[in-house]
């Protein structure tokens, strides 16, 4: 069964919880269902729907917000899986200063890049080739972008992710 999206009395994604817990949530008079999975538990002798999407009924405050983990799925989403020289489709990551040059492996450094140019590239800077970058590289935030980049992300999700910010539907 799949994991649920819990959001915040305000929409805001929150995280994944596994589907009993969901169901708990709901049952409990904690949460409400606001998109269902299509399969039924029976708790407490009634049937229940088991959420995919639920909405806390009180507002939960977030202390911090962590950054986004770098992942080859959560750099094709952030770059709307098009390569990041020629606008092409990616399948590959790219390390604009290349790592020989010192190039670290951080958010403002990583960029997707179709197969070609990261051939064509190889060892060398954007600066050595004449290549214009399409796309300045960032660190995404918000937890909308967490829960993307764990790559589990459900598509009855997606409009709820996409409000806060997150791509999705792509990778
Ligand atoms: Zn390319």
């Not at 949460?31 to 009180?58: D, I, K, N, Q």
């Not at 190039?103 to 990261?118: F, I, L």
């Amino acid at each position: 069964m799949p994991h649920a999206l819990v959001l915040n009395a305000t929409y805001e994604p929150l995280g994944v919880v596994a589907p009993r817990r969901a169901v708990v949530l709901v049952v409990s008079g904690k949460a409400v269902t606001l998109e269902a999975t299509g399969h039924v538990v029976h708790s407490v002798g009634a049937s229940v729907s088991v959420p995919s999407v639920l909405r806390l009924c009180r507002h939960v405050r977030v202390p911090h917000r962590a950054g986004v983990p770098l992942t080859r799925r959560a750099v094709f989403a952030r770059d709307g899986g098009a390569c990041a020289y020629c606008g092409g489709q990616a399948t590959s990551i790219d390390h604009v200063v290349p790592r020989s040059k010192g190039g670290a492996h951080v958010w403002d450094n990583v960029v997707s890049a179709c197969e070609r140019c990261n051939r064509l590239k190889a060892d060398r800077t954007v600066a050595d080739l004449g290549w214009r970058m399409r796309v300045t590289p960032r660190q995404p935030v918000g937890i909308a972008w967490r829960i993307l980049s764990t790559g589990r992300a459900e598509e009855a999700w997606w409009p709820y992710l996409a409000a806060f910010g997150a791509e999705v539907g792509i990778a």
